[in-house]
């Protein structure tokens, strides 16, 4: 896994680059950071392909993004993600972590709050103490639909569906590919 202080430096890019420039003249309003827990299901990874059994595991994504401009409903940002599964022997546990560029629409929801229809497309390292999925660098390429309400004055809380995938990755010897897994999770925005 990823050290701590490369998820920091990690965090602190993606906040500059979303709500960087003229943005830090102006009420960080303008911009949300959200934080969603969950778990991802595996349904299909492939090894060389060959395909594999897979289980459940935990999946972290904290996401900086902000509108295009005053009023607009759709806009554009970055998240990291952090998660694990276990493939093909059960001791086999494979660890995620991904940087992605972010593109959401926004509407309102006919029963309170708004949805959010979320794009996140870039790169994923695996790694695990099976050598053919360790060191993996491979394309992310996810979709979600997140449903976020106000629950007290100044946050928002919030549930995502999604799916995750990766159509194309390897580590040289061994091209790892999998997806579309299908993930939920409850989290906040602020």
């Known amino acids: 896994m990823p050290s701590a202080r490369a998820i920091l430096l990690t965090v602190i890019l993606l906040a500059s680059v979303t709500l960087g420039g003229p943005a830090f003249a102006e009420p960080l309003e303008r911009g949300h950071f959200s934080l969603v827990a969950g778990f991802v299901v595996p349904t299909y990874l492939s090894v060389d392909g060959e395909s594999t059994s897979a289980e459940p595991g935990p999946l972290v994504r904290l996401t900086l993004d902000r509108p295009d401009r005053d009023g607009a409903r759709w806009g554009y940002g970055g998240a990291a ?16 972590f991904e940087l992605v560029g972010v593109v ?87």
Do not use: C, K
């Open 81 to 96: 993600s952090v998660g694990s599964f276990s493939a093909g022997r059960t001791d086999e546990q494979l660890n995620v």
């Open 104 to 190: 959401y629409s926004e509407l309102p929801a006919t029963f309170g709050g708004t949805v959010r229809f979320v794009g996140l497309v870039g790169y994923r390292r695996l790694f695990a103490d099976a050598r053919r999925y360790d060191g993996v660098h491979g394309l992310a390429v996810n979709v979600a639909a997140r449903w976020e309400r106000a629950i007290a004055r100044n946050l928002i809380g919030q549930l995502e569906l999604g799916i995750i995938s990766q159509p194309v990755g390897s580590n040289g010897p061994h091209d790892v590919a999998f997806g579309p897994f299908p993930h939920i999770g409850i989290g906040f925005v602020m």
